[in-house]
Structures are given as structure tokens and as C-alpha cells.
């Protein structure tokens, strides 16, 4: 019986020790071939630069309208002066010519104070990513822009002379009727008339061949080279039929049936800012820790001569 048992324990361990070898080679070609260890941590890689949001930056507008520099006070009179339709007169019958006044009238403008300030503090700047100082910086200059382009954008919409309706299709022939309001009303068709239309009346207007037609494309918008940057890196702007058109991203009612668009002359618009226009300053608190950026305007706009400016309604839904 002894022997038995001795012999039993023998090929038991006999056993266990083959299937010990044989379990070797297995173990080494799976960790080999079957089993993948992560033995580094993944990186992130944040970019240094930061990628401007869409939204405006620059005013459109401004070199479109009549501007005055104020140096001191909260007030800016615009002189809009004519002959108020006079006509030439023969000798009286008492051998005198008769004599007239001008038409003077005068315009005022009071101009409020626009700001945007911008606060971060030293812990924020420093965990967060890119240039945050340059940030502060170009979204407060890009605020203040806007509300230049903002001012003049609301003086236009107060026009009385219109044309188009809601659900009114944008096109050529409507332009032509704004032209003809225009010319009615006397006022000069030269370098200074900018139609200011929606993104969706330029797509109608860029379909037809006429608005196409190089006999009334002064500046081409698709043209390169140095004598025409007008569509490098600037906004889209270019003239037609001697009128500089401007696409806007911030005109009313935008993507909808009663989009609004505006043909004006120079002189029918005024805008007025303190010298020196847009003031920023940038600092630094040392007792709170933290940095700052502002810019300050004050500034105004008001409506000259309501001749000088065609309202047009048109429906922007086919591509809003």
C-alpha cells in the first residue's frame, strides 16, 4: 500500500511539472503576441495660437457716412446748406434783381460714452491656453467697432424713402428703383452712393448678368493681384455701376422675409467721435492680480437728409 502511494505522489508531481513546462512557451507567446501593455501616458498638444471666433471686427461703415472729429463737449452740429430749390430770376420791373437766402440747417448730434472692458485675472491668464492679454485686446477693439457700424446701421433703418416688401425677391430691377428714388430726390449718383445690402440680396445679384457685366464693374471682386486687394483679407466690398456695395453680416431682419438693406449717399448720414477716435488702454492691478483692457469712444449718429436714403425689404429665407 506504501508503495502505491509513493508511486501515486510521483506521477502527480511528474505531471504537474510537465504541465508547468508546457505552460512556458504559452505564457511567452501570448505576452508576445496576445497581451498589449500601456506603459506611457497619452499627451495632449494645445496650441500656442489662438483662432479668432467669427464675428466682426472692423467697421464697414464708418468711411461710408459725413465724419466729424469733436475735441471737447457732448455735441457735434452737422450744416446741411443749399439753395432749397431756387431758381434763377430775371430783373423786377423796377430794374432790381430780387434777392434770396440760403437754406442752413443745422444738425445736432449729442454723442454718449461707449466702453467695453475686459478683466482676467493672473491665474487665468496663466492656466489658460494662448495669448489671453491679445485677446483682451482684440475683442475689446472688435466690440467697439461694432457699435460704430451698429449707430450708423440704426440712423439708416429711421429712413422714410422705401422700396420692396416683405417677400419681395432681391434683384437688379429692385436696385434700379432705389437708383431712380435716388436720382428723383436730386442727389448726386458719384463716388459716394453704397448700397449696404444682406448677404442673401449680393447671392441674387451675383446670378444675374447684369451685376455681372464688366461695363458697370469698376472694382471686381474676384480679381487678384496688387491693384486690386479689395477681396484679400478685407471684407467683401466692390463697386458697381460707380456705387461701392457692401455685404453686411448685421443689417435687420437678417434670414427672414423682411430683411432690410440700404442705398445712401455719404452726406446723408453723419457720424461724429471725439478726436483721436477709439481710446484703449491695457494694465495691470498689482493689489487684486489681475489684467485688464479697454476701449472707449464717445460718440454719435444722426440722419442729414432723409432724401439721401432708399430703406429696401426684401426675402432673404431662400438662403438664410
Request: net charge neutral.
Amino acid at each position: 500500500m506504501a508503495s502505491f502511494k509513493q508511486l501515486y505522489r510521483a506521477v502527480k508531481e511528474t505531471f504537474l511539472l510537465v504541465f508547468l513546462l508546457l505552460l512556458v512557451p504559452i505564457k511567452v507567446y501570448a505576452e508576445r503576441n496576445l497581451v498589449f501593455y500601456v506603459d506611457q501616458p497619452n499627451q495632449t498638444q494645445y496650441r500656442d495660437e489662438f483662432i479668432a471666433a467669427y464675428e466682426a471686427r472692423a467697421t464697414l461703415l464708418r468711411e461710408t457716412v459725413t465724419t466729424e472729429a469733436v475735441i471737447k463737449g457732448n455735441q457735434a452740429v452737422f450744416l446741411v446748406a443749399g439753395s432749397g430749390g431756387a431758381t434763377a430770376v430775371t430783373r423786377g420791373a423796377n430794374g432790381l434783381i430780387a434777392a434770396r437766402n440760403d437754406d442752413n440747417t443745422q444738425n445736432t448730434v449729442t454723442l454718449g460714452e461707449w466702453h467695453d472692458l475686459v478683466r482676467k485675472t493672473s491665474f487665468n491668464i496663466f492656466a489658460s491656453q494662448g495669448n489671453q492679454r491679445q485677446i483682451m485686446q482684440e475683442t475689446s477693439m472688435a466690440v467697439m467697432n461694432r457699435k460704430i457700424d451698429d449707430q450708423i446701421i440704426t440712423i439708416l433703418n429711421t429712413g422714410t424713402v422705401t422700396v420692396g416688401a416683405a417677400s419681395a425677391t432681391p434683384t437688379v430691377s429692385l436696385f434700379q428703383n432705389g437708383r431712380v428714388k435716388i436720382s428723383n430726390a436730386s442727389v448726386p449718383w458719384d463716388s459716394n452712393i453704397t448700397f449696404l445690402c444682406q448677404p442673401s440680396y449680393l447671392a441674387f445679384l451675383e446670378q444675374d448678368p447684369a451685376f455681372a457685366s464688366a461695363d458697370y464693374v469698376d472694382v471686381k471682386p474676384l480679381a487678384g493681384g496688387d491693384t486690386n486687394p479689395s477681396w484679400r483679407d478685407k471684407p467683401m466690398a466692390y463697386r458697381w455701376r460707380n456705387c461701392l456695395i457692401i455685404e453686411h453680416p448685421n443689417l435687420p431682419g437678417k434670414a427672414t422675409a423682411s430683411e432690410k438693406s440700404f442705398l445712401y449717399h455719404k452726406n446723408a448720414l453723419g457720424h461724429a467721435a471725439n478726436t483721436g477716435g477709439i481710446d484703449t488702454n491695457v494694465g495691470y492691478n498689482g493689489e487684486q492680480d489681475y489684467s485688464w483692457a479697454r476701449a472707449t469712444c464717445f460718440m454719435g449718429a444722426l440722419l442729414l437728409q432723409n432724401a439721401g436714403v432708399v430703406v429696401f425689404t426684401t426675402d432673404g429665407t431662400v438662403y438664410g
